[in-house]
Structures are given as C-alpha cells and as structure tokens.
C-alpha cells in the first residue's frame, strides 16, 4: 500500500494532536509509537534541564535532536504541568516545582517504608495481629507495607492494595486529616456499601471524622468486611502533615468492641513513634 500524505507527514506537521507532541488532551500518552518517543524525548527534556540547570529551546532540540517547533511543544506540555518553568527575562527553561512535588511525594513514600518496617514489625509481634502501613493514594488507601503477628497467619494480603477512605480504620485517618475542600469533595460522592456496618451517609461520616481527629484514632467494626474489625493512627512527616496511617486488624471475636480502644491508643504510640522518625516533633 501506498502510504497516503497524512501518513507520511513528518512528526512536527500533524494534525491537532501533535500540538502536545503526541500527548493526548490532558497531556497523556497514548498507546501509539509516536506516543511512547513523546513520552521519552519529554522525559529526556528534563533529564537535560537536570544535567545543565537551564536551556534554550534551540539547545534543547539539538541535545534531543529534533527541530525546534517538536521541542517547544514538549516544553509547552512540561510547562502546564509544572514540571518546567520558563525565565521570561532570558526565554531559557528550568525545572519547575511540579519536579519537587514528585520527588518529595516518592521520598516520603519511601523513607516511611523504610522506618516504618521496625515499627509495624514491633507492634505486630506484641499484639499478635496484622498491622499495615498505608498512604493516601487519590481518592483510595494503600498499603505500601504489612506485617503480621503469630495469630495472623492466614490472615488476607493486603500489601499493595487500594482501599476505600471510608470504610477502613486507615482510610479514615487519612480522610480525617485532608484538607476540607478536598475532604468535602470525596464526601460529596456517592459512598459505596460494603456491608451492613459500612457508613455512606456523608453527615455521619464528618461527625466520625471529627471524633478520629479529637481521639488520635479511628475504629472500624465489620465495614469493610464481615468478621474484620481495624484501629489505625495517624504518622506525621517532619512539617506535622499526616502522611500516613498505622492500622491493626485482625478478626472481631478477638478485637471485639470492648477491646478497640486500648488498641487505638497501642496504633497511636506507634504512630507517634514513626513520626518522630521522620523528624516530627524536632
């Protein structure tokens, strides 16, 4: 077959959707060939603005070897999101704060799975049930590391999963300390049911919310799962931000109602632990 004129266009003079260098209407790739060079020559951009501190666009093209209107447009892209920033006076470019934000969101992950493994180990082997460690991911909860106690050992794999704000002792922490307006914008969805005990009306919901707050943890009995009940505390980074939550979980007939909040407060010493860990309270 020959190839028609659209199809044998060179990359700079597309149609409209190379107006984001290959990156659809949000600035997301797609799954095609031309998608995927986008995605590495915008990643290449910042690898080069990372090596020389700032540049012109017409270097920046001759580093990647494009021309220069394929260079702008990726710049363009990096700019909305924040990754790059333009100096005005100069016309040059730099990394911009979005660069920061994304480092700092994947350090604290990772300094918090590293502290956080003497802590959670600690606590599961004194109270001989699950504990878990999760952060904010979106609208979700997820579980970045587990360890269990001697009574959890058939206990559900929770490493890695995502789940509900509203339903898990974790996800309540987190949910609890969100900044209003992001926490008003998750309660104004609708709420999923997961059991009988899962709360989904918004209104009573804020008012737990606020008791979490007050106490220093959240309880949750058979919400999620019928026979699992969870207590979990908030850890802080160093600024007091609350970037993750300590849950302990385990079967209602052994943390049963009665038994819930000398655990919460357990969760919330350990939590407390964790955060001076990383740095909070110096």
Known sequence: MVPTREQSRPEETRGPG????????????????????????????????????????????????????????????????????????RGKYRLGAGVLRLAGAAAVRLDISQEGVPVCRELADELCETVNLAVLDDDAAVNIMQARGTAAVTAQNWLGRRTPLHATANGKVLLAHLPPTLRDGLLARPLQRFTEHTVTGAAALRGELETVVERGYACTLEELELGLSAVAAPVRSHEGRVV????????????????????????????????????YGF
């Not at 939550?245 to 964790?274: F, H, N």
């Open 18 to 89: 190379a107006d984001r260098a290959g990156l659809g209407p949000n600035g997301v790739a797609g799954g095609s060939p031309g998608s995927v060079q986008s995605v590495d020559r915008a990643v290449s951009v910042l690898e080069i603005l990372a090596r020389l501190g700032e540049a012109g666009v017409t270097e920046i093209a001759g580093d990647l070897g494009v021309h220069k209107s394929t260079a702008s447009r990726l710049l363009g892209v990096l700019e909305n999101r924040g990754l790059v920033t333009q100096s005005h006076d």
């Open 244 to 279: 993750a939550a300590i849950s302990v979980s385990g079967p209602v007939y052994r943390l049963t109602p009665q038994r819930l909040p000398a655990l919460g407060e357990r969760a919330a010493a350990a939590a407390a632990d964790l955060s001076r860990r990383m740095g």
